[in-house]
């Protein structure tokens, strides 16, 4: 499927942090504080930024919550081999699925014809993977979804906080248990672009989900969540430039068959069914939203209202197509006491 591209959608994402954030670097300072955000190399200095593959993690951890409250074993539980050091298989095993990137890894195993058959029928892999391996991708099968790194779009402002811990008997500090935080203050604004390839209907709608939670302020991102860090606020970019404008954009390839008062997805597209989509992938835009040609692509901008019914739609196709899910699409790759 990689190798034909039938549409795309993209956008720039500001993130504002709305109370202090931390995202290791995963070791202190020589003479510092004992836990620093991490940094990179840009305009000639070091600055803060946020990894886009933690911002991924972020994204994916946070949907499968919302996919397993829509209806349970329908993702998969994306860790594999360590079953021993599970608090509780059973539990898991009654809202997850096993990993589908375990199951093609165990299924390529049994034979080289089982391997060879994943490398030439990617269109049974990706039918047989779960909604977040199909957006995100597992080690089975590329995703559809790329998060770059968000970097600084503000002046960077850091402060350091003091921790302690908490002596369970005397509910005092403990002795020797202080440490030193270096975080990312209030008001810092990171920017970071999405882009989203070969999408079904319910993709975008899985997507419009987590970034409607960022801008409630719903989502926290890096360390000490659960002790006040990582809040922040999301928004859709609105203003942008000629090459890559503002708001939520999609594109198609220049004289396509799509019709101007509708969006396809990949189901829609591929219009047979392949790759376990649903023909009737599509939404209907109310009112049609103008196109305009760009190079090879036809490009359509959503702002304001145009944007938020975009939004409504796809959240509601997502809705629908997972709680209709289909419960023996991976029966084919289990092993034969999972069938």
Same mark, same amino acid.
């Given at each position: 499927?990689?190798?034909?591209?039938?549409?795309?959608?993209?956008?720039?994402?500001?993130?504002?942090t709305?109370?202090?954030?931390?995202?290791?670097?995963?070791?202190?300072?020589?003479?510092?504080?004992?836990?620093?955000?991490?940094?990179?190399?840009?305009?000639?200095?070091?600055?803060?930024?946020?990894?886009?593959?933690?911002?991924?993690?972020?994204?994916?951890?946070?949907?499968?919550?919302?996919?397993?409250?829509?209806?349970?074993?329908?993702?998969?539980?994306?860790?594999?081999?360590?079953?021993?050091?599970?608090?509780?298989?059973?539990?898991?095993?009654?809202?997850y699925?096993?990993?589908?990137?375990?199951?093609?890894?165990?299924?390529?195993?049994?034979?080289?014809?089982?391997?060879?058959?994943?490398?030439?029928?990617t269109d049974?892999?990706?039918a047989?993977?779960?909604?977040?391996?199909?957006?995100?991708?597992?080690?089975?099968?590329?995703?559809?979804?790329?998060?770059?790194?968000?970097?600084?779009?503000?002046?960077?402002?850091?402060?350091?906080r003091?921790?302690?811990?908490i002596?369970?008997l005397?509910?005092?500090?403990?002795?020797g248990?202080k440490?030193?935080?270096?975080?990312?203050?209030?008001?810092?604004?990171?920017?970071?672009?999405?882009?989203? %390839?070969? =999408?079904?209907?319910?993709? /975008?709608?899985m $997507?419009?989900?987590?970034?409607? *939670?960022?801008?409630? @302020?719903?989502? #926290?991102?890096?360390?000490g969540?659960?002790?006040?860090?990582?809040?922040?606020?999301?928004?859709?970019?609105?203003?942008?430039?000629?090459?890559?404008?503002?708001?939520?954009?999609?594109?198609?390839?220049?004289?396509?068959?799509?019709?101007?008062?509708?969006?396809?997805?990949?189901?829609?597209?591929?219009?047979?069914?392949?790759?376990?989509?649903?023909k009737?992938?599509?939404?209907?835009?109310?009112?049609?939203?103008?196109?305009?040609?760009?190079?090879i692509?036809?490009? %359509?901008? =959503?702002?304001?209202?145009? /944007?938020?019914? $975009?939004?409504?739609?796809?959240? *509601?196709?997502?809705? @629908?197509r997972? #709680?209709?899910?289909?419960?023996?699409?991976?029966?084919?790759?289990?092993?034969?006491?999972?069938?």
């Amino acid at each position: 499927m990689l190798k034909k591209l039938v549409n795309e959608a993209f956008c720039t994402l500001r993130i504002t942090t709305t109370g202090p954030l931390l995202v290791k670097s995963g070791h202190a300072s020589v003479s510092g504080p004992d836990m620093t955000p991490v940094l990179t190399w840009r305009n000639s200095k070091q600055e803060v930024f946020l990894p886009g593959s933690s911002l991924k993690g972020v994204f994916r951890s946070h949907l499968e919550k919302i996919v397993c409250s829509l209806k349970p074993r329908v993702v998969c539980y994306p860790f594999e081999g360590n079953e021993d050091r599970q608090a509780d298989v059973q539990q898991r095993q009654q809202y997850y699925r096993d990993s589908c990137g375990g199951m093609f890894n165990q299924y390529a195993k049994r034979s080289e014809d089982n391997r060879r058959r994943l490398e030439e029928r990617t269109d049974l892999v990706y039918a047989a993977s779960c909604p977040a391996c199909r957006l995100f991708g597992s080690t089975g099968f590329i995703g559809r979804l790329a998060i770059s790194d968000a970097y600084l779009a503000s002046d960077e402002l850091k402060e350091q906080r003091d921790g302690v811990g908490i002596d369970r008997l005397t509910g005092g500090a403990s002795h020797g248990a202080k440490f030193e935080l270096e975080v990312v203050s209030s008001d810092v604004v990171f920017e970071t672009d999405i882009h989203l %390839r070969n =999408f079904e209907i319910w993709q /975008l709608g899985m $997507l419009f989900v987590v970034l409607q *939670d960022m801008e409630d @302020e719903l989502i #926290r991102v890096g360390s000490g969540r659960s002790r006040g860090l990582g809040k922040v606020k999301a928004t859709i970019k609105e203003r942008g430039t000629e090459a890559r404008p503002g708001g939520f954009v999609t594109s198609s390839l220049r004289q396509s068959k799509e019709p101007e008062d509708q969006l396809w997805g990949l189901g829609r597209w591929l219009d047979d069914a392949s790759y376990g989509t649903w023909k009737n992938d599509y939404l209907t835009l109310k009112p049609p939203v103008e196109r305009n040609d760009r190079g090879i692509r036809s490009r %359509r901008v =959503f702002q304001g209202e145009a /944007l938020n019914n $975009l939004r409504d739609a796809a959240i *509601d196709q997502f809705i @629908e197509r997972m #709680r209709a899910w289909p419960e023996d699409l991976a029966k084919e790759f289990a092993p034969v006491g999972r069938r």
